[in-house]
């Protein structure tokens, strides 16, 4: 008898693998003067925390400007690592020498994934040309960023048309190095923590024997004022102050009783009565204070692209139409020269 043998075979089993996207790894450019941070790039570092990964910083310098760096640096809340290459070179960086150390960092098998910076006039030299030497986009002038970890893709959102309009940007996971500058008045400034453990990692700089762009001088404008970018208070003057006399005498006591920085409109800039890192709008500084005071400022589109995020926003000019009143939360339609001086005895009293 013949009997039947059922054969099987055996079962195989086919094991799939699936990619995951790599966490976020920022690298945020941390300039620096005088031994101190800048402001912006403290709201850069809070930018790059808002990707929900690893944050490392770099400073690059001189080789007595460093030092004291780090040690600010240290104490900074958020960041895992910093980098920092010294220099004569780099005393005094421009684009051109500084370009090649950034290219060397975010080669071929980086492990960062987002290169940060604040939108700073060296940071907007520097960001654009490393990005087009590596062949990808860069977003300037950020007010918000968010990254979907399970798309690897990060949005921006940016204001275009003189602030009029806000542009939703995003860099999806095919741009494998996502470049972005920061609007500083639209982040807050990291916070330092005395308990926080910081890896230091020097980095070999890279010589740059011909560059095209050496640095000659630098000529700051000395005052006794805070800075225009990170002031509080700002008190501001238009065309209507007349001549550079008038502009100084008139806003200089409001300023003073104040605490406040001076800023200028394009308009008096041009016209002279004030130096041009005075001038607040779209291009001059952003600035974003607790109180804002235009005096005899019309409130062309262009200025008020510079002003529009301060908390409070005191206008004084004798047209009634001016536009500076429609974003104005005080206003006042009076002849400036009268009213400001009333303005100065009554805040001494």
Do not use: C, W
Not at 1 to 28: E, K, N, Q, W
Not at 66 to 82: F, Y
């Amino acid at each position: 008898m013949l009997r039947a043998r059922h054969l099987s075979a055996p079962r195989r089993f086919i094991a799939r693998s699936y990619a995951t996207a790599a966490s976020p790894h920022a690298l945020v450019l941390l300039e620096h003067r005088n031994g101190a941070i800048e402001s912006g790039s403290l709201s850069a570092l809070t930018a790059a925390q808002e990707l929900g990964g690893q944050v490392t910083g770099l400073v690059v310098g001189g080789s007595d400007q460093v030092q004291p760096v780090l040690e600010e640096v240290k104490k900074l809340k958020g960041l895992s690592t910093v980098l920092h290459s010294s220099s004569p070179q780099y005393s005094s960086p421009v684009p051109e020498i500084v370009s090649p150390l950034l290219e060397k960092l975010l080669g071929s098998g980086t492990p960062y994934t987002h290169v940060v910076s604040s939108h700073s006039s060296a940071a907007k030299s520097l960001l654009p040309r490393v990005a087009a030497q590596l062949n990808v986009p860069a977003v300037s002038d950020i007010i918000s960023v968010s990254h979907d970890a399970s798309s690897n893709a990060t949005t921006f959102s940016r204001p275009i048309y003189a602030g009029n309009a806000i542009a939703t940007v995003r860099a999806p996971s095919s741009v494998p190095l996502k470049f972005f500058t920061v609007r500083s008045t639209a982040f807050s400034t990291a916070p330092s923590d005395d308990s926080a453990s910081v890896t230091l990692e020097e980095v070999a700089p890279v010589e740059v024997a011909d560059s095209p762009t050496q640095h000659v001088k630098t000529e700051l404008t000395k005052s006794d004022r805070p800075e225009l970018g990170v002031a509080s208070r700002v008190v501001s003057g238009g065309r209507a102050l007349k001549n550079a006399e008038t502009f100084k005498a008139t806003l200089d006591p409001l300023a003073d009783v104040l605490g406040a920085a001076v800023g200028a409109s394009r308009a008096a800039v041009d016209a002279g009565y004030a130096d041009n890192s005075l001038q607040v709008g779209q291009t001059g500084k952003v600035v974003a204070p607790e109180l804002y005071v235009a005096l005899g400022i019309s409130g062309a589109i262009q200025h008020l692209a510079g002003m529009k995020d301060s908390k409070l926003i005191v206008a004084i000019n004798k047209d009634p139409d001016a536009p500076i009143f429609q974003v104005a939360d005080v206003g006042l339609v009076a002849d400036l020269f009268e009213a400001v001086p009333q303005i100065v005895e009554k805040l001494k009293q």
